[in-house]
């Protein structure tokens, strides 16, 4: 199969080409970038003909780039094991497997683990008691992201449109006060915390700093696509709702309670 369908869904391809175009009259043309797939055979396409001729080759491109070459480019995997290329494959090619095919042919040395995201979702106590089929609808706005430690996974004063579950390591929000030397640090979230709630207020702004203290795995859930899905299942965003408001309540005990011990009067 090359019906590109795969690369069309998967949220880490950005193949592109490009199309010229002329005006009838001869008076002006256009040169305009478009979405394109490694999966087409004109993609690889040269004077004399395709690079990758067969359906097999250009698969294999694409396997191997998102699991191997992507670490030599990025640092990390191109494959977030959100699973939307198995789901929208229409013959059912499933990545998972094909990966661990490839682990045996090269002599058991492993190639890279995919998690199957339901299963790392489900564990987090962020959806502990959810119905499944919520959790359902929560995973399709989930990605699976590791930072390195002393990484920022976000940054004061940007735009907010996304949370964080995070599932290992140690994460500190810091406050970047003008004229101080380093940041300030404000509070520590570990395995089994939830990180953000600013993408559920507007304008959608990072009040702190988030730096990995250790290296960290976490959940990113997509707000916006999170934010829609409220809009049109009003119960899964009752859902949602009521666990956030179970953390901003939480949160600003905890702020509270910060506040007094540094302002507090202390008694004789």
Not at 20 to 33: H, I, K, L, Y
Not at 96 to 105: F, G, I, S
Not at 132 to 158: A, K
Not at 165 to 180: C, F, K, M, T, Y
Request: hydrophobic letters at 35%; charged letters at 25%; one cysteine or more.
């Amino acid at each position: 199969m090359s019906c590109t369908n795969c690369t069309m869904v998967c949220p880490t391809c950005f193949c592109m080409t490009v199309e010229d175009g002329n005006a009838v009259d001869g008076s002006q043309a256009s040169r305009t970038p478009v979405r394109d797939s490694c999966f087409t055979l004109q993609y690889s396409y040269i004077h004399g003909g395709s690079v990758r001729s067969s359906a097999g080759a250009r698969y294999r491109q694409w396997l191997t780039h998102k699991l191997a070459t992507w670490h030599d480019q990025f640092g990390e995997s191109g494959c977030v094991g959100c699973g939307r290329c198995i789901t929208w494959c229409p013959v059912g090619i499933d990545i998972t497997k094909e990966a661990r095919a490839d682990e045996r042919r090269f002599l058991g040395r492993p190639l890279m683990q995919i998690h199957d995201l339901e299963h790392i979702l489900v564990d987090h106590p962020f959806v502990q008691g959810m119905h499944l089929e919520h959790v359902r609808t929560l995973l399709g706005c989930c990605s699976n992201r590791h930072f390195d430690s002393g990484e920022h996974l976000f940054r004061g004063g940007n735009e907010s449109n996304e949370f964080y579950l995070i599932r290992e390591g140690n994460v500190s929000l810091e406050s970047d006060s003008p004229g101080a030397r380093s940041p300030a640090p404000v509070e520590s979230r570990s395995g089994g915390d939830i990180l953000g709630w600013s993408w559920l207020v507007k304008p959608y702004r990072w009040h702190f700093d988030a730096r990995a203290l250790t290296a960290a795995a976490v959940l990113i859930v997509d707000a916006r696509c999170l934010r829609d899905k409220c809009d049109t299942d009003h119960d899964f965003g009752y859902e949602i709702l009521r666990r956030f408001a179970e953390l901003m309540v939480r949160d600003v005990r905890s702020m509270s309670l910060q506040l007094i011990d540094m302002y507090g009067t202390r008694r004789a």
